[in-house]
């Protein structure tokens, strides 16, 4: 039997019934771990191969005592994810991620955490309570649809861009099928790349792939993206694939968003409004990227102090961080910050593919023992609030 299969059925109540079918199977659960925690993880709500029930599990059999689910602009699955972790034994928090635009801010013509466009800034709603969570999606309901405009002109780019080479992608019978946009799901850019993805694997063989992708849309690939591109065996092919053109072949299909993403300061009031967490999302300064969808380049760390006095001014609360994806320095940088600066710091690996692993290793040295500590504070703080 194919777990993830069986976890990501077409409704959500068989999964959750498959879900109690493998938990009750089981001989003994698992040893959670009491340092390793994971506050942001995708589901196929936003982009991701987890379904809410599936993402539970996979954290679950990971030895994670807890999870939180954070899919973009959509918080659909959350009462999913709070269902399968009551079934699965482990403790959940829930929130959504978004992008707002700094207009009128110092950082109105920078790059700040989000690589594909300037004055745009990923931002995240972290310890929902249970009871706000339609209010949010309702409110996103009219943006989610918003994006969709723009994912539609994408894919009209992408066509006119790849004509000459026979691909032509239909959004709505080759991309929204790949989402959950009918369950309240949103549409992302991920999804028009892996549809993109399925017709290239669809037109040429492994071992073509590679070139195709080098010397028609004039992409280059390291060494090893050469070897896993052409590994007839790989099983993570196309979502290997998807990382090498969503970070080098994006830019030249993508579309500005502008109506789609609320201003940080419309974000602060609803995150008063629903009694939820503020946090901004760091990402630093690029050289490879861990999640290997990410685009070389200098982003926040080059006038970080100037970011956190416009967070402040926006009564942002929190800093939500990858301790994987960093180098030393920038997390000794970014925590010594936080601390001055009166941010709680709230950890997450972002998990959207089957090659990451839930569990962050540096949770289990000594300077990030306070993100496991702050993840069941964030954990009580919702519950109470719920």
Known sequence: MDTLQFLNAPTAAERLENLRQLIAQESAAPAFSDVYVN???????????????????????????????????????????????????????????????????????????????????????????????????????????????????????????????????????????????????TVTERHLIFALCQKISALYRRDQTAGFVRDALGVPLTEKQQILLADPDNPHFLYDLLGVLKSAFIARVYVPATDECLHVRELAALAKRTDSLLCYAYLGDVANSVTGDKRAGQFEDGYLPELFDVLRQFDVDAVTYMPSRNSAQQLERIQKMCCERGFLQISGEDINSPRQSFICPQLNAPQFRHLTDATWALIEREQARS
């Open 39 to 185: 506050n942001h993880i995708h589901t196929t709500y936003s982009f991701s191969p987890y379904s809410p029930t599936a993402a539970v599990y996979f954290a679950r059999r990971a030895m994670l005592p807890t999870a939180g689910i954070v899919d973009h602009d959509s918080i659909a699955g959350a009462r999913e994810f709070l269902q399968a972790s009551r079934i699965a034994g482990v403790a959940a928090t829930i929130g959504m991620e978004c992008r707002v635009r700094m207009d009128g801010t110092p950082l109105e013509d920078r790059y700040i955490n989000n690589t594909d466009q300037k004055g745009l800034a990923y931002m995240v709603l972290h310890g929902v309570p249970h009871g706000q969570i339609d209010t949010l999606q309702n409110f996103f309901a009219p943006l989610r649809e918003k994006r969709n405009e723009r994912n539609r002109r994408m894919t009209e780019n992408i066509n006119t861009l790849l004509a000459a080479e026979g691909i032509c992608l239909d959004f709505d019978h080759d991309v929204l099928p790949l989402s959950q946009y009918a369950d309240g799901g």
